[in-house]
Nanobody
Framework: QVQLVESGGGLVQPGGSLRLSCAAS????????VGWYRQAPGKQREFIAA???????NYADSVKGRFTISRDNARNTVYLQMNSMKPEDTAVYSC???????????WGQGAQVTVSS
């Protein structure tokens, strides 16, 4: 399985922006899907965004229009640009990669994002 490492988390004020990066130990070009989930304290893990083979992107309604997922196959890195952030975006954000639709996903260790004034 590919190893994934997130970076770019931190503290941001409401209305601010942050970009998360997810660096993979191997090629992501052949991955069926790469994406992001988040988990807030006391809540279930929530799907945020994904890029599927062919460049199709999916977003959760809660972040649509504010967050943008992208991938750089040359750098084996997936990004999550987060704009107009809200306190309810506070969570641990984890990236994942899945080689085929039915394959087990590889997960990163997570990055803490806190939105607070």
């Amino acid at each position: 399985q590919v190893q994934l490492v997130e970076s770019g988390g931190g503290l941001v004020q409401p209305g601010g922006s942050l970009r998360l990066s997810c660096a993979a130990s191997g090629s992501i070009a052949s991955m069926y899907a790469v994406g992001w989930y988040r988990q807030a304290p006391g809540k279930q893990r929530e799907f945020i965004a994904a890029i599927i083979t062919g460049g199709i992107t999916n977003y959760a309604d809660s972040v649509k229009g504010r967050f943008t997922i992208s991938r750089d196959n040359a750098r084996n890195t997936v990004y999550l640009q987060m704009n107009s952030m809200k306190p309810e975006d506070t969570a641990v954000y984890s990236c994942y990669a899945r080689r085929t639709p039915l394959a087990d996903a590889s997960w990163g260790q997570g990055a803490q994002v806190t939105v607070s004034s």
